[in-house]
């Protein structure tokens, strides 16, 4: 995958065509915005994930997995409301913060972040901030 016509062939191989770069293709290690037209969202991953191993693929309306191979079980479906919010602060998991972490240190944004995990910008950048990266 040398190429972004050539990462997009295999794109098209794997998904059947639902997922495309949004943002230029840099490299296979490079984080870029994707999108599925399957189930319309857009999603920040590394090229080398979503053609490589099976727990770091695009799987509609599911987030991609960790690097240690986990799926992650959360999901960032835009139907997903938080109910039982009442203005305080949701309180992150373990694994969720570790993620923040993770993307932040692959050089995301709070912004990007935020929208890649569907939690709110003040939690994500609380956590960068706490752990010295921000
Ligand atoms: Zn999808």
């Known amino acids: 995958m040398n190429s972004e016509k050539e990462y997009q062939e295999v794109l098209n191989k794997e998904y059947a065509g639902t ?14 915005l994707h999108r599925c037209s399957k189930c319309e969202q857009e999603f920040y991953a590394k090229p080398i994930w979503l053609v490589g191993k099976e727990s770091q693929r695009h799987i509609c309306d599911m987030p991609y997995g960790d690097r240690f191979g986990v799926r992650n079980q959360y999901v960032t479906s835009r139907g997903a409301t938080n109910k039982n ?19 932040a240190k692959q050089g995301l944004g709070v912004r990007q972040i935020a929208r890649q995990l569907n939690i709110a910008t003040g939690s994500v950048s609380y956590y960068i901030k706490k752990e010295g990266l921000g």
């Open 19 to 32: 997922v495309t770069t949004v943002e230029r293709y840099i490299n296979p290690k490079a984080v870029i």
């Open 85 to 103: 919010s009442t203005g305080t602060k949701r309180k992150l998991s373990e694994s969720v913060k570790q993620e923040i972490i993770q993307l």
